[in-house]
């Protein structure tokens, strides 16, 4: 008997000792990881501040998604002998520089995407990957410094397809006015004297007028988060037909070395553009001029 009473006594002080133990290491995690989110605190505002020194500055990142399958005599499907695939891969980057007395600032977006759906029982369907999101941007804004915050700037702004119809339609944006930069993260560009170029092939009806050419981006990176706005629009004086704008938003979130999780949306308007459509391959249709173009992309980020 005496010997059960020491056995459970010793049973029971290596219990709490363990327990202790654990309890004395959860409270060095909780220390050290303090220690942590002081440190990379400290980490990022000597980044801000690197960051803020004028010079050249180079960034891009960007998501890919893709989703490749195949059937074989899987008759719950539609197409029971089939092969499906869809991709997509966007890229957003810049190169600024900061002088005292002036700025240069290069971006670029770029988002294209390929579906594809192969019958195997058809011999004649189409099985090439075909075209699907398809967005070209390039922009350089230049600006002659009058205060910390306001310069007198101009600005070229092309954009496009790029998979299939390389510059049909084409727009090129050139104009003068004046941007505002209250903090480092954004910039506004309000250009009153601008025009806007379409470049397209015949039997095509686009028209090339004068207006405002308005530009607000933002962009901001918080630890492994980063996040790009980027709101282009034209309003022109001719017409509100031959006015446009473009919103396109884009998050990456780092997990590990510069690979993570990303997701893009864009939203367009442009009547000149649906119309044309329509009009192209839609004949039969009536126009619809005032439909909104929009696209979305989710996948795997990659940023440097």
């Known amino acids: 008997m005496k010997k059960i009473i020491l056995t459970l006594a010793f049973v029971c002080s290596i219990a709490s000792l363990k327990a202790q ?53 899987w008759y719950s499907n539609a197409v029971p002998n089939s092969s499906a695939g869809n991709i997509g891969i966007t890229v957003n980057g810049f190169a600024n520089l900061d002088r005292e007395k002036y700025f240069w600032r290069n971006s670029a977006n770029v988002n294209l995407g390929w579906v594809k759906l192969d019958d195997k029982n058809n011999a004649n369907d189409d099985t090439e990957f075909k075209g699907t999101t398809d967005v070209f941007t390039i922009t350089s804004l230049f600006g002659y410094k009058l205060t910390k915050t306001l310069a007198v700037s101009t600005l070229a702004e092309y954009r496009t397809s790029f998979i299939k119809n390389f510059n049909d339609p084409g727009y090129l944006d050139f104009g003068v006015g004046a941007t505002w930069i209250p903090i480092p993260e954004l910039v506004v560009v309000v250009h009153p004297l601008n025009y806007n170029y379409v470049f397209s092939k015949s039997g095509s009806e686009y028209t090339s007028s004068l207006g405002t050419k308005i530009v607000a981006e ?68 009536n126009a619809t001029p005032g439909k909104v173009q929009s696209y979305w992309l989710a996948g795997l980020s990659f940023g440097f």
């Open 21 to 73: 133990t654990a309890e004395e290491l959860k409270k060095d995690l909780a220390t050290k990881n303090a220690e942590i989110g002081k440190l990379q605190g400290e980490a990022n505002a000597l980044q801000s501040k690197i960051d803020a020194f004028p010079g050249w500055k180079f960034g891009a990142f960007g998501t890919i998604g893709a989703n490749l399958s195949g059937f074989n005599n």
């Open 218 to 285: 933002y962009n901001k990176k918080i630890g492994n988060f980063k996040f790009r706005s980027n709101l282009s629009t034209f309003q022109s004086y001719k017409s509100s037909d031959l006015s446009n704008a473009t919103w396109i938003n884009s998050i990456g979130f780092n997990i590990w070395k510069g690979i993570g999780i990303g997701i893009e949306s864009g939203l367009r308007a442009n009547k000149q553009e649906t119309f044309n459509s329509d009009l192209t391959n839609f004949p039969s249709l």
